[in-house]
């Protein structure tokens, strides 16, 4: 009987698991869906009652028009800009702060830990009327020092580095400063290479949050030198008829925002799942 249970329960959980997963496929391949074929509709086919879920003819001049009736190109320079300083400054940060956290003897130190622990509790709207009013005294407004130095903050990557460092082999850290190896040693002869997985789990979560940033761009951008793609999205809503929107060509530009950060995540996925999950078994 015990045996003739356990196969029972398997197989119902089994069937709860593929539901589970039919359900999240729903949640998130029907607005997909919704985006792509809408991408290439017509004006008339888009504000149709009932909707239509397919396009009685194809209108794929609207990706031209998503990269011609606002400079695109300069938004994805931007992005590509920002996003890439960014990732950059928070990688170096997080990994450096968390090997200071881990392996460095410095008093208070788990007074600091703490801290970090509370800033990831605040959320980013919150210190945003500040950090306005700083950047405008400064007279960083429309710039990209304005928009990038305030984002630079690293709290999760150096919570994320922090326990990954922590479930590190003890014995190899201990044979390697016995070894002789110095702070810097240690970290780019045995801590960096042990980390890999990890390091690439934080740099995708990284570039995905930043690429996708939004708020903080669109209030310190005022035209298009400094403006990101999400920004250039909100422009794109308003260049015909303000009153109303033409989606098709909004629709377009937003797959071809999300296409640059998809390659990257596809290309990196595996690495990334590794990273996220190397500090659950040990042993």
């Excluded at 509790?121 to 210190?127: A, F, L, S, W």
Aim: hydrophobic residues 55%.
């Amino acid at each position: 009987m015990s045996l003739l249970k356990r196969l029972d329960n398997a197989r119902w959980a089994t069937i709860f698991g593929y539901l589970a997963m039919v359900c999240v496929l729903i949640i998130v391949g029907v607005p997909l869906f919704w985006i792509v074929i809408t991408s290439f509709k017509e004006r008339g086919d888009i504000y149709t009652q009932p909707a239509v879920y397919w396009p009685h003819s194809w209108h794929p001049e609207n990706y031209s028009e998503a990269t011609t009736a606002l400079p695109f190109w300069s938004f994805l320079r931007n992005s590509i800009i920002i996003t890439g300083i960014i990732s950059a400054v928070k990688f170096v940060l997080g990994v450096l702060s968390a090997y200071g956290l881990v392996f460095l003897r410095f008093p208070g130190k788990t007074v600091l830990f703490l801290v970090i622990i509370a800033a990831l509790m605040v959320p980013n709207q919150i210190t945003v009327i500040s950090n306005y009013a700083l950047v405008a005294q400064l007279g960083w407004r429309n710039t990209f020092q304005g928009i990038i130095v305030p984002l630079c903050g690293v709290a999760f990557g150096t919570f994320l580095m922090r326990n990954h460092f922590l479930s590190l082999p003890a014995e190899v850290i201990e044979a390697a400063r016995m070894d002789g190896a110095g702070w810097w040693r240690l970290l780019t002869r045995v801590v960096l290479p042990m980390s890999g997985p990890t390091m690439v789990a934080f740099a995708v979560v990284t570039l995905v949050n930043e690429w996708n940033e939004y708020l903080w761009p669109f209030l310190m951008a005022d035209d298009a030198r400094v403006a990101t793609l999400p920004v250039g999205l909100t422009l794109l809503q308003n260049t015909e008829n303000p009153s109303v929107t033409n989606w098709g060509p909004v629709m377009a530009g937003t797959l071809l925002t999300m296409l640059p950060i998809l390659i990257v995540f596809l290309a990196l996925q595996r690495h990334m799942i590794k990273g996220l999950t190397s500090g659950a078994v040990k042993g």
